[in-house]
């Protein structure tokens, strides 16, 4: 039977058999000439290298919907810079990029810095803040799509159908978070399994009927990197700069929009990209950094929705967690044994309580410091204290996608 199933507070969009994509992307086209979409890929350098990327640009060479393309790059020389313009020159869509480490705009993130505001950290977060500028200074868009550039199993048809629900005036929705099954011969998605999911459920058995923490329970895949929204949002969230990008990003959606105008939609039937090492003994590295980065960006969240946290609490938080993050690693087990898949159970507990610590480290860093570090500003705070922040920015990327290329680069 398809999974057609609706859970939560958000709406759930499966894939119901066969997809016909030609009509998918034959209403985007026709919807895009009203309602513009600008699509956001924060890349690595490193990454141009890649299969994935290779694929990926291969597949959006069939994509006619999409108006631009802005590519945000991260740490990378002049040269290198070069070489990713000759990368993407291929694609047959408007391409900008976004050289975050050139001299334009570090003097731009510099004006920002000389007027209190935070821009955080070099990362995936900073980058795609920068590109959602970008996209804003060109007043023509209504809808920005954002994928990663690490998908191995990448197809044309998880992009039309992460769009799709914010561009449809018919659907008409602010904000659209992918899903999608991580599964080989054995079970992926350690950080939603064996993390974000246990440590919601526990977080409602001790807290109750919480709003938010039902909102954030309610997505299938809360930490996946896909989603589209309307350009709006992209002007008044602000973006946490580490590892708890996701869970940021959904806090500021809860806060900026109704939950009606919120879904989800299954873009993929399996998503394969590059895995983290878990990193037991280093809590700066890996999934172990990961982890503490996520929980303080949960907790911060629910600090600021009032809850009150102590030394008892998180106790109880951590005895709770480990209990119920045991009870679904043998559902894990057994869903696993069920599909013939393999199943490690050392590797899997050894995740369980490398999470376990990450969380008690966690929790040592709010109880020291319960703001920490700010997040980016929101757009429309930055255009607040700089009116004409976003032409600055306009004229960067352009200035700088003026650099002519040096070599050919292989697709």
Request: negative net charge.
């Amino acid at each position: 039977m398809s999974d057609f199933y609706q859970t939560g507070v958000v709406a759930t969009f499966h894939r119901l058999g066969r997809i016909n994509l030609e009509k998918i992307e034959a209403e985007l086209s026709w919807y895009a000439n009203e309602r513009p979409i600008a699509l956001v890929l924060p890349s690595l350098y490193s990454e141009l290298e890649g299969e994935a990327l290779k694929g990926i640009a291969r597949e959006l060479r069939e994509v006619k919907y999409i108006s631009e393309i802005v590519v945000t790059l991260g740490p990378a020389s002049e040269e290198e810079f070069r070489n990713a313009k000759e990368f993407f020159s291929a694609l047959p869509q408007k391409v900008s990029i976004i050289w975050n480490t050139g001299p334009r705009i570090s003097e731009i993130y510099k004006t920002i810095e000389r007027a209190e505001l935070p821009t955080g950290e070099h990362g995936k977060g900073r980058s795609a803040w920068m590109a959602y500028g970008y996209v804003l200074s060109q007043q023509r868009f209504q809808t920005i799509a954002l994928h990663d550039c690490d998908i191995l199993t990448y197809s044309r048809d998880m992009l039309a159908r992460l769009c799709y629900p914010v561009t449809s005036p018919s659907l008409d929705y602010d904000f659209c978070k992918g899903f999608y099954s991580r599964v080989t011969d054995r079970l992926h998605g350690r950080m939603t399994r064996l993390l974000v999911t246990p440590l919601m459920r526990s977080l409602q058995k001790i807290l109750g009927h919480l709003p938010i923490l039902i909102f954030f329970d309610s997505f299938r895949y809360p930490l996946a990197g896909e989603f589209s929204m309307d350009v709006d949002l992209a002007r008044v969230n602000r973006i946490p700069g580490d590892w708890g990008l996701e869970v940021g990003v959904l806090a500021e959606v809860y806060r900026n929009t109704s939950l009606r105008r919120v879904c989800q939609a299954d873009i993929a039937e399996n998503y394969e990209h590059k895995h983290q090492e878990l990193s037991p003994e280093d809590a700066t590295k890996g999934l172990h950094k990961m982890c503490v980065d996520i929980c303080k960006s949960l907790f911060r969240t629910l600090a600021s929705e009032g809850i009150v946290f102590s030394d008892g609490f998180f106790k109880t938080l951590v005895a709770t967690y480990t209990k119920t993050a045991q009870d679904m690693l043998k559902r894990y087990e057994d869903d696993a044994a069920i599909n013939g898949l393999i199943f490690d159970r050392h590797a899997e507990s050894l995740a369980v309580e490398t999470f376990t610590n990450g969380i008690k480290k966690a929790a040592e860093i709010i109880t020291e410091d319960p703001l920490g570090v700010p997040l980016i500003s929101s757009w429309d705070r930055v255009t607040s204290a700089i009116p004409d922040i976003l032409v600055r920015i306009r004229e960067a990327v352009e200035e700088d996608n003026k650099i002519k290329t040096t070599r050919k680069m292989r697709q």
